[in-house]
Nanobody, 117 residues
Framework: QVQLVESGGGLVQPGGSLRLSCATS????????MRWYRQVPGKDHEFVARISRAGRTSYADSAKGRFTISRDNAKNQAYLQLTGLKPDDTAVYYC???????????WGQGTQVTVSS
């Protein structure tokens, strides 16, 4: 059974930081690119960041310079370091595993990030 479990969300003041984690099981982690998305009520999922199997990263413009995606293949986990948080970053953050060599994709259940004073 494949599981992606996000953690690390919470309430933080503007300018603060959080580190989100995505623990995976049931997949060969090194076969998958990992992505983070976020969603606010009434809107579609918004791409945030991606890290390939080889460690190449890409970011949405809104995340560049503030967020950092990483992965630890030994721990089967992906991370998203959030810094310089703004109220507009408030959303549920989801991790996504996407196989790079074939069509296979999984989602976590999400973790809430709220940025408010």
């Amino acid at each position: 059974q494949v599981q992606l479990v996000e953690s690390g969300g919470g309430l933080v003041q503007p300018g603060g930081s959080l580190r989100l984690s995505c623990a995976t099981s049931g997949i060969t982690f090194s076969d998958f690119a990992m992505r983070w998305y976020r969603q606010v009520p009434g809107k579609d999922h918004e791409f945030v960041a991606r890290i390939s199997r080889a460690g190449r990263t890409s970011y949405a413009d809104s995340a560049k310079g503030r967020f950092t995606i990483s992965r630890d293949n030994a721990k089967n986990q992906a991370y998203l370091q959030l810094t310089g948080l703004k109220p507009d970053d408030t959303a549920v953050y989801y991790c996504n595993a996407e196989a790079e060599e074939w069509i296979e994709e999984y989602w976590g259940q999400g973790t809430q990030v709220t940025v408010s004073s």
